[in-house]
T-cell receptor, first 113, second 114 residues
Framework: GNSVTQMEGPVTLSEEAFLTINCTYT??????LFWYVQYPGEGLQLLLK?????DKGSNKGFEATYRKETTSFHLEKGSVQVSDSAVYFC????????????FGTGTSLTVIP | DADVTQTPRNRITKTGKRIMLECSQT?????MYWYRQDPGLGLQLIYY???????NKGEISDGYSVSRQAQAKFSLSLESAIPNQTALYFC?????????????FGPGTRLTVL
Protein backbone atom coordinates (compact mmCIF):
# COMPACT_ATOMS: atom_id res chain seq x y z
CA GLY A 1 0.00 0.00 0.00
CA ASN A 2 0.88 3.67 -0.02
CA SER A 3 2.26 5.49 2.97
CA VAL A 4 4.45 8.41 3.97
CA THR A 5 6.80 8.44 6.93
CA GLN A 6 7.94 11.80 8.10
CA MET A 7 10.51 12.98 10.59
CA GLU A 8 8.91 13.65 13.92
CA GLY A 9 9.09 17.03 15.49
CA PRO A 10 8.93 19.46 16.90
CA VAL A 11 12.01 21.04 15.39
CA THR A 12 13.43 24.26 16.80
CA LEU A 13 16.13 26.15 14.93
CA SER A 14 17.84 29.48 15.19
CA GLU A 15 17.40 31.95 12.37
CA GLU A 16 19.76 31.29 9.43
CA ALA A 17 20.28 27.65 10.41
CA PHE A 18 20.11 24.82 7.89
CA LEU A 19 16.89 22.82 7.79
CA THR A 20 16.32 19.21 6.83
CA ILE A 21 13.01 17.42 7.32
CA ASN A 22 13.17 13.78 6.32
CA CYS A 23 10.42 12.06 4.36
CA THR A 24 10.31 8.53 2.99
CA TYR A 25 7.50 6.81 1.17
CA THR A 26 6.12 3.52 -0.04
CA UNK A 27 3.96 3.38 -3.13
CA UNK A 28 2.48 0.79 -5.45
CA UNK A 29 2.97 2.83 -8.60
CA UNK A 30 4.91 5.89 -9.66
CA UNK A 31 3.79 8.62 -7.32
CA UNK A 32 4.06 12.36 -7.40
CA LEU A 33 5.55 13.80 -4.23
CA PHE A 34 4.60 17.00 -2.45
CA TRP A 35 5.49 19.20 0.46
CA TYR A 36 2.66 21.21 1.96
CA VAL A 37 3.04 23.93 4.60
CA GLN A 38 0.49 24.96 7.20
CA TYR A 39 0.97 28.33 8.84
CA PRO A 40 -0.74 28.92 12.19
CA GLY A 41 -4.50 29.19 11.85
CA GLU A 42 -4.48 28.45 8.13
CA GLY A 43 -5.10 25.58 5.76
CA LEU A 44 -2.42 23.66 3.91
CA GLN A 45 -0.63 25.32 1.02
CA LEU A 46 1.43 23.58 -1.61
CA LEU A 47 5.10 24.41 -1.07
CA LEU A 48 6.71 22.33 -3.80
CA LYS A 49 6.31 19.13 -5.76
CA UNK A 50 8.11 16.64 -7.97
CA UNK A 51 6.44 14.31 -10.41
CA UNK A 52 9.17 11.85 -11.38
CA UNK A 53 12.44 10.40 -10.19
CA UNK A 54 15.37 12.85 -9.91
CA ASP A 55 13.08 15.86 -10.24
CA LYS A 56 13.85 18.68 -7.84
CA GLY A 57 11.02 20.81 -6.54
CA SER A 58 11.85 24.25 -5.22
CA ASN A 59 10.04 27.28 -3.86
CA LYS A 60 10.79 30.11 -1.41
CA GLY A 61 14.30 28.79 -0.84
CA PHE A 62 13.07 25.27 0.00
CA GLU A 63 14.15 22.30 -2.09
CA ALA A 64 13.40 18.59 -2.24
CA THR A 65 14.67 15.95 -4.66
CA TYR A 66 12.65 12.88 -5.64
CA ARG A 67 14.98 9.94 -4.92
CA LYS A 68 13.50 6.71 -6.21
CA GLU A 69 16.47 4.59 -5.11
CA THR A 70 16.03 5.61 -1.48
CA THR A 71 12.26 6.32 -1.73
CA SER A 72 12.85 9.70 -0.16
CA PHE A 73 11.84 13.32 -0.63
CA HIS A 74 13.66 15.26 2.08
CA LEU A 75 12.90 18.95 2.49
CA GLU A 76 15.85 21.34 2.84
CA LYS A 77 16.47 25.03 3.24
CA GLY A 78 19.86 26.62 3.60
CA SER A 79 18.91 29.49 5.88
CA VAL A 80 15.60 29.50 7.72
CA GLN A 81 13.73 32.61 8.81
CA VAL A 82 11.31 33.24 11.63
CA SER A 83 8.55 33.42 9.01
CA ASP A 84 9.21 29.77 8.09
CA SER A 85 7.74 28.66 11.41
CA ALA A 86 4.92 26.33 10.43
CA VAL A 87 3.94 22.68 10.16
CA TYR A 88 5.28 20.86 7.11
CA PHE A 89 3.57 17.84 5.56
CA CYS A 90 5.04 15.41 3.09
CA UNK A 91 2.52 13.74 0.80
CA UNK A 92 2.24 11.46 -2.20
CA UNK A 93 -0.34 11.07 -4.92
CA UNK A 94 -0.49 7.86 -6.89
CA UNK A 95 -2.40 7.51 -10.13
CA UNK A 96 -2.85 3.79 -9.46
CA UNK A 97 -5.05 4.66 -6.49
CA UNK A 98 -7.07 7.32 -8.26
CA UNK A 99 -4.71 10.11 -7.29
CA UNK A 100 -5.65 9.88 -3.67
CA UNK A 101 -3.31 11.76 -1.40
CA UNK A 102 -1.43 10.16 1.46
CA PHE A 103 -0.02 12.53 4.05
CA GLY A 104 2.70 12.19 6.61
CA THR A 105 1.99 13.17 10.20
CA GLY A 106 3.51 16.62 9.85
CA THR A 107 6.63 18.23 11.35
CA SER A 108 6.32 21.38 13.39
CA LEU A 109 9.13 23.88 12.85
CA THR A 110 9.80 26.84 15.10
CA VAL A 111 12.51 29.31 14.12
CA ILE A 112 13.77 31.57 16.88
CA PRO A 113 15.52 34.92 16.29
CA ASP B 1 -11.29 35.93 -2.72
CA ALA B 2 -10.62 32.47 -1.40
CA ASP B 3 -10.97 29.66 -3.93
CA VAL B 4 -12.04 27.09 -1.34
CA THR B 5 -14.22 28.29 1.50
CA GLN B 6 -15.47 26.49 4.56
CA THR B 7 -18.28 27.39 6.92
CA PRO B 8 -18.36 27.70 9.83
CA ARG B 9 -14.73 28.39 10.74
CA ASN B 10 -15.31 27.46 14.36
CA ARG B 11 -18.07 25.49 16.02
CA ILE B 12 -18.70 24.29 19.54
CA THR B 13 -21.45 21.76 20.00
CA LYS B 14 -22.68 19.16 22.44
CA THR B 15 -22.61 15.39 22.30
CA GLY B 16 -25.49 13.96 20.28
CA LYS B 17 -26.11 17.04 18.16
CA ARG B 18 -26.20 16.89 14.36
CA ILE B 19 -23.62 19.12 12.73
CA MET B 20 -23.05 20.08 9.11
CA LEU B 21 -19.84 21.53 7.78
CA GLU B 22 -19.97 23.12 4.36
CA CYS B 23 -17.40 23.55 1.64
CA SER B 24 -17.65 25.60 -1.53
CA GLN B 25 -15.13 26.12 -4.30
CA THR B 26 -14.80 28.47 -7.25
CA UNK B 27 -11.89 26.63 -8.85
CA UNK B 28 -14.08 24.59 -11.18
CA UNK B 29 -12.51 21.37 -9.91
CA UNK B 30 -14.41 18.12 -10.18
CA UNK B 31 -12.90 16.34 -7.18
CA MET B 32 -13.52 17.25 -3.55
CA TYR B 33 -12.31 15.78 -0.26
CA TRP B 34 -12.91 15.98 3.47
CA TYR B 35 -10.06 15.41 5.92
CA ARG B 36 -9.70 15.66 9.65
CA GLN B 37 -6.50 16.73 11.34
CA ASP B 38 -5.54 15.60 14.82
CA PRO B 39 -2.28 16.46 16.56
CA GLY B 40 0.37 13.87 15.76
CA LEU B 41 -1.80 12.04 13.23
CA GLY B 42 -1.54 14.28 10.23
CA LEU B 43 -4.50 14.35 7.88
CA GLN B 44 -6.90 11.46 7.61
CA LEU B 45 -9.29 11.15 4.68
CA ILE B 46 -12.96 10.94 5.65
CA TYR B 47 -14.78 10.98 2.30
CA TYR B 48 -14.02 11.97 -1.25
CA UNK B 49 -16.05 12.67 -4.36
CA UNK B 50 -14.77 12.47 -7.91
CA UNK B 51 -17.93 14.04 -9.32
CA UNK B 52 -21.46 14.82 -8.24
CA UNK B 53 -22.63 11.21 -8.54
CA UNK B 54 -19.48 9.59 -7.17
CA UNK B 55 -19.00 9.45 -3.39
CA ASN B 56 -16.40 7.27 -1.73
CA LYS B 57 -15.47 6.43 1.83
CA GLY B 58 -12.05 7.28 3.07
CA GLU B 59 -10.10 5.66 5.87
CA ILE B 60 -12.20 7.06 8.75
CA SER B 61 -15.77 7.46 7.46
CA ASP B 62 -17.60 5.93 10.45
CA GLY B 63 -19.80 8.52 12.15
CA TYR B 64 -19.74 10.84 9.14
CA SER B 65 -21.81 11.32 6.00
CA VAL B 66 -21.44 13.62 3.01
CA SER B 67 -23.50 15.24 0.30
CA ARG B 68 -22.27 16.60 -3.02
CA GLN B 69 -25.03 19.04 -3.83
CA ALA B 70 -23.31 20.44 -6.89
CA GLN B 71 -19.87 20.34 -8.43
CA ALA B 72 -18.91 23.31 -6.31
CA LYS B 73 -20.37 22.17 -2.98
CA PHE B 74 -19.50 19.28 -0.69
CA SER B 75 -20.96 19.02 2.81
CA LEU B 76 -19.83 16.88 5.72
CA SER B 77 -22.34 15.84 8.39
CA LEU B 78 -21.87 14.39 11.83
CA GLU B 79 -25.20 12.72 12.55
CA SER B 80 -24.65 12.48 16.29
CA ALA B 81 -21.50 14.24 17.37
CA ILE B 82 -19.21 12.67 19.97
CA PRO B 83 -16.23 14.18 21.81
CA ASN B 84 -13.61 12.21 19.87
CA GLN B 85 -14.77 13.99 16.72
CA THR B 86 -13.24 17.15 18.13
CA ALA B 87 -10.69 18.07 15.45
CA LEU B 88 -9.75 20.43 12.68
CA TYR B 89 -11.61 19.61 9.45
CA PHE B 90 -10.35 20.50 6.02
CA CYS B 91 -12.01 20.47 2.64
CA UNK B 92 -9.83 20.11 -0.45
CA UNK B 93 -10.31 20.09 -4.20
CA UNK B 94 -8.40 18.79 -7.20
CA UNK B 95 -8.73 18.74 -10.97
CA UNK B 96 -8.79 15.34 -12.63
CA UNK B 97 -7.72 16.86 -15.95
CA UNK B 98 -4.37 17.76 -14.40
CA UNK B 99 -2.01 14.83 -14.95
CA UNK B 100 -0.51 15.00 -11.50
CA UNK B 101 -3.24 16.27 -9.22
CA UNK B 102 -2.49 18.84 -6.61
CA UNK B 103 -4.97 19.35 -3.85
CA UNK B 104 -6.07 22.82 -2.81
CA PHE B 105 -7.23 23.28 0.75
CA GLY B 106 -9.78 25.41 2.49
CA PRO B 107 -8.91 27.29 5.70
CA GLY B 108 -10.39 24.63 7.95
CA THR B 109 -13.19 24.32 10.48
CA ARG B 110 -12.31 23.85 14.12
CA LEU B 111 -14.98 21.66 15.70
CA THR B 112 -15.26 21.08 19.43
CA VAL B 113 -17.71 18.51 20.76
CA LEU B 114 -18.39 18.81 24.48
Amino acid sequence: GNSVTQMEGPVTLSEEAFLTINCTYTATGYPSLFWYVQYPGEGLQLLLKATKADDKGSNKGFEATYRKETTSFHLEKGSVQVSDSAVYFCALSDEYTGNQFYFGTGTSLTVIP
Amino acid sequence: DADVTQTPRNRITKTGKRIMLECSQTKGHDRMYWYRQDPGLGLQLIYYSFDVKDINKGEISDGYSVSRQAQAKFSLSLESAIPNQTALYFCATSDSSSRRNEQFFGPGTRLTVL
